[in-house]
Structures are given as structure tokens and as C-alpha cells.
């Protein structure tokens, strides 16, 4: 190894870098991230993904004096799970990391794909960490967290030119992080979204307000979260959090309206009134509100 020859490699490559700037081309729905250049300076836009994130809690935890067969055990059946549910759900983009996994999605219809990919990892978190809790009952307790952000990225595939396993794409931008940080700062079975994300879904009566079991349906499945791992000044920190799953009963009809494009449920009219209401009394959310459509108006006419 001539280590100086390495470093002076690098810095020559990132002189010659900053000499000019790469090239950025817009991206479309039918993107193919497996295709996209390796030594080419060119860089991708995406103008708008969700990104969906499954963080798995006290991993670090559940080998500590354990055999290797339960954990391995374990992490096969999470993350392996939660992999298959973001491919039924069409995400663009699936990339494990660790003990968890996220998923990018574009294109038609994917707010709706990608919350209902999210919170199906969260109904199926209950029913695996109960199965973990009855044959290991001195194992931590666990279960996913879920995080969902979107916004611009610019994507490339960066690494080792002529070895296909040492190459990965970079997503440029902040909806990974955000989802990342969203997850991190939610429970078990909980899903938390950034404030651009609820912006999208707000008016969807599927997603927002309960089904008719119980006392429903209601807009209490719902709460206000302040993501505090995102800046203070950033209006993605105001989000919301869900703290309901799939219903027996109503789910799948539920999950295939949204997935068919439907938002209006008849036997919410009245209820979904008072809501928009009550969101716009709520002078925090409504600032920050305004500050997000801020920036998607300023955006467009950057773009026009």
C-alpha cells in the first residue's frame, strides 16, 4: 500500500471535481436506479419521493447472550418482512440498512403506496414482536419504528467502477435523512411523518380519520408530533403521528381504496369539516404550514 500515492489521488480527484460542476438531468417516473451512470458526472433530480424508513428498536440488544441461531432468526424474520412488504407495495427502491430497511417511491400514486406500505410494517410490528415476546420472553422488547419523509433529491451510483457489489446509489437531499430521523424519534409500532407528508395525505379520509368500529369513526388515530432531531426552524419538524394500525375488520378495504386513488368517505362528511378547522386553530401547525407551502411555491418558480 503507497499510502501517499492513494491521498494524492484523492485530492487531485476531488480538484478536478470541484473545478466544475457534474451535470444534473431531470428525472422521470420510469427511472431505473440500476442503470444509472458510474463514472459519468451526472446526476439525477428527482423532484418529489417519499421515502419510507423501518428502524428496528434495540437491535444492539437482542444478540446480548443469546445464541446466534435466535438472532439471526429474528433479524431474517424483521427486516426479510418488512423487505417483502415494501415490494408488494411497488417502492422504486428498496436498501436495507442493518436491522431495518427504507424504501423510495415515485411516480403515480406514491404518497398512497408509500403510507400504506408504512403502516402495514407497523400493524405487522405488534404481531412480531409478540411472537419474539412469547418464545424469547427475556429478550427486549422490540418492534419497528417507521418514519416517512419526502422532497427533491438528486441520485447517482457512486463506487468501484467495474465491480457491480461495491456500488451503491447516493440519494442527495433531505427526505432520507428526515424519514431516518422521524423513525428515530418514534416508539415501537408507531409512525411518525414529516410535515410535507401530512400536507399530502391531510384530505385522504382513509388514511386520517378511523373506521366505524368502536367510537368511530374519529380523527384521534392521529397526533400532533414535534420531530425534534430535525432543526427547530424547519417547518418538516411539525409532523404527525399515528398511533392505530390496519383494523381487522375495515383494513384491506381501507388499504385498496387508498391504493385505487379514493380519498372521500361518505360517513365522515361533518367530521372531516371540523378537523380542517381545528388544524388552522392550531397557530403552530398552520405557521408552519404556510412555511412549507413556501417553499414548494418558490420551487415552481424556480422551475417555470
Not at 92 to 97: D, E, G, M, R, V
Request: proline share 4%; net charge neutral; glycine share 8%.
Amino acid at each position: 500500500m503507497d499510502l501517499k500515492d492513494l491521498l494524492d489521488e484523492l485530492s487531485s480527484t476531488t480538484k478536478g471535481e470541484f473545478s466544475s460542476m457534474p451535470e444534473v438531468v431531470d428525472g422521470t417516473d420510469d427511472v431505473d436506479v440500476s442503470t444509472l451512470p458510474i463514472t459519468a458526472r451526472k446526476w439525477t433530480r428527482m423532484d418529489d419521493v417519499v421515502v419510507v424508513v423501518a428502524d428496528l428498536k434495540s437491535s444492539t440488544q437482542l444478540g446480548t447472550g443469546s445464541k446466534a441461531a435466535s438472532t439471526a432468526s429474528i433479524y431474517e424474520a424483521g427486516t426479510g418482512g418488512v423487505v417483502k412488504i415494501f415490494d408488494k407495495f411497488d417502492a422504486n427502491f428498496i436498501q436495507i440498512q442493518g436491522d431495518g430497511a427504507l424504501a423510495i417511491f415515485w411516480g403515480d400514486r406514491r404518497y398512497e403506496r408509500a403510507m400504506c406500505a408504512g403502516i402495514t410494517v407497523k400493524t405487522n410490528s405488534l404481531d412480531f414482536a409478540t411472537q419474539i415476546e412469547t418464545k424469547w420472553p427475556t429478550k427486549p422488547e422490540t418492534g419497528f419504528k417507521v418514519g416517512v419523509a419526502s422532497g427533491r433529491v438528486l441520485v447517482k451510483r457512486v463506487g468501484t467502477p467495474r465491480n457491480p457489489a461495491q456500488q451503491e446509489p447516493v440519494w442527495a437531499g433531505k427526505p432520507v435523512n428526515y424519514a431516518t430521523k422521524a423513525a428515530q424519534c418514534a416508539d415501537r409500532h408507531q409512525l411518525i411523518v414529516a410535515g410535507s407528508v401530512w400536507d399530502r395525505i391531510e384530505k385522504n379520509d382513509y388514511l386520517t380519520l378511523s373506521c366505524t368500529c368502536g367510537d368511530g369513526p374519529g380523527d384521534g388515530i392521529w397526533q400532533d408530533f414535534e420531530i425534534d432531531k430535525l432543526p427547530i426552524d424547519d417547518p418538516e419538524r411539525q409532523g404527525r403521528r399515528l398511533v392505530s394500525s390496519w383494523c381487522q375488520v375495515h383494513g384491506e378495504e381501507y388499504c385498496n381504496a387508498i391504493l385505487d386513488g379514493k380519498k372521500n368517505r361518505p360517513d365522515v362528511n361533518a367530521l372531516r369539516e371540523s378537523m380542517i378547522q381545528a388544524q388552522w386553530a392550531d397557530s403552530l401547525r398552520a405557521v408552519a404550514r404556510r412555511k412549507r407551502d413556501d417553499v414548494r411555491n418558490r420551487r415552481r418558480g424556480l422551475s417555470a
